[in-house]
């Protein structure tokens, strides 16, 4: 699986931005998929998770209310619609997927359960 981050970019606290993740290789619907983020000096940390059928979704509470996760499935694109940006915002988004592996499979916050990673996109907000 090959993924490709794009929609970054500078944008004024209070504004927002439209990622999207192009998601491409065999079996891309056997993986949910995922967004983090990493700030400068810091750990790269969970936003949101999406599968690639039904209506489930996981936000962390930071940005909980403010970013809105999607697919086309179609097309193969996720998409994380952020409004409402911060300062704390700022980061490296990563768009990231994980392979289904049972019956059982929920969606993870956590960064080493998931297997493929895109390149990343810069997300700079300025006071």
């Known amino acids: 699986v090959q993924l490709q981050a794009s929609g970054g970019g500078l944008v004024q606290a209070g504004g927002s931005l439209r990622l999207s993740c192009a998601v491409s290789?065999?079996?891309?619907?056997?993986?949910?998929m995922g967004w983090f983020r990493q700030a400068p000096g810091k750990e790269r940390e969970f936003v949101s998770a999406?599968?690639?059928?039904?209506?489930?979704?996981l936000y962390a509470d930071s940005v909980k209310g403010r970013c809105t996760i999607s697919r086309n499935s179609a097309q193969k694109m996720v998409y994380l619609q952020m409004n409402s940006l911060t300062p704390e915002d700022t980061a490296v988004y990563y768009c990231?997927?994980?392979?289904?592996?049972?019956?059982?499979?929920?969606?993870?916050?956590?960064?080493?359960?998931?297997?493929?990673w895109g390149q990343g996109t810069l997300v700079t907000v300025s006071s």
């Open positions: 290789g065999r079996f891309v619907q056997s993986h949910g």
């Open positions: 990231a997927a994980r392979r289904i592996t049972s019956v059982y499979w929920t969606h993870s916050a956590l960064p080493h359960e998931y297997d493929y």
């Open positions: 999406i599968a690639w059928s039904g209506t489930s979704t």
